[in-house]
């Protein structure tokens, strides 16, 4: 999963398989989350986003899950294909800006 | 409609130099905002602006200036760049608080 630190987290998962990242997020007051995506090159993409008040979110294939309790965000990917290989990263918003973890880097074996 | 576009793509600037970093959007947004991306550092956000007419400095604000200079525009500009500046730098707009962010495709700065 996502942490503050040097080194990206990596996630390797066989194509047709379900793909789980995690992100745990640092401020209590953050009350909207958004996952995003970034392939190599390109500027990071939206994916899903949650409200606070929501504790479960359902995209195409993706479902975002919110624990407000321990501070938890997760990012499920259904069905993963080789499109899906990327860095993803997940953002909270206690205010007027947006914080960012550091990525987790998803590889799809084909 | 384009989003958000920035320009240039690449750079290459030397130690003390100086540049704009242009960025503009069509999707009538209110704040506009520059990050910074680092190898394992994830996105930082150099500056905000929440409306037109107002800045903020974000959390590496050292070494930049920001100009919003309509609703559509906002750009950043090194004064005199340090090889500590080089790294992937991104526009992004929104609508407002608690709605999703745009992001332009990026500059690659490298500065020697």
């Known amino acids: 999963g996502e942490s503050v630190g040097l080194h990206l987290p990596t996630l390797s998962v066989q194509e047709g398989d379900n793909s789980i990242i995690n992100c745990a997020y640092s401020n209590s007051a953050s009350d909207y989350f958004i996952w995003y995506k970034q392939e190599s090159g390109k500027g990071p993409q939206f994916i899903i986003d949650?409200?606070?008040?929501?504790d479960k979110r359902q995209g195409q294939r993706v479902t975002v899950l919110l624990n407000k309790t321990v501070k938890h965000l997760s990012l499920q990917i259904a069905a993963t294909q080789p499109g899906d290989s990327a860095v993803y990263f997940c953002a909270e918003n206690p205010s007027n800006q947006f914080y960012f973890g550091t990525g987790t880097s998803l590889t799809v074996i084909p | 409609n384009a989003g958000v576009t920035q320009t240039p793509k690449f750079q290459v600037l030397k130690t003390g130099q100086s540049m704009t970093l242009q960025c503009a959007q069509d999707?009538?947004?209110?704040?506009m905002y520059w990050y910074r991306q680092d190898p394992g550092m994830g996105l930082r956000l150099i500056y905000y602006?929440?409306?037109?007419?107002?800045?903020d400095k974000g959390e590496v604000p050292n070494g930049y200036n920001v100009s919003r200079l309509n609703k559509r525009e906002f750009s950043l500009r090194l004064e005199s760049a340090a090889p500590s500046q080089t790294s992937v730098y991104f526009c992004?707009?929104?609508?407002?608080?608690?709605?999703?962010?745009?992001f332009g495709s990026g500059t690659q700065l490298s500065v020697l």
């Open positions: 949650i409200r606070s008040n929501m």
């Open positions: 602006s929440a409306s037109e007419g107002t800045t």
């Open positions: 992004a707009s929104t609508i407002g608080q608690n709605e999703k962010l745009f």
């Open positions: 999707m009538n947004h209110n704040s």
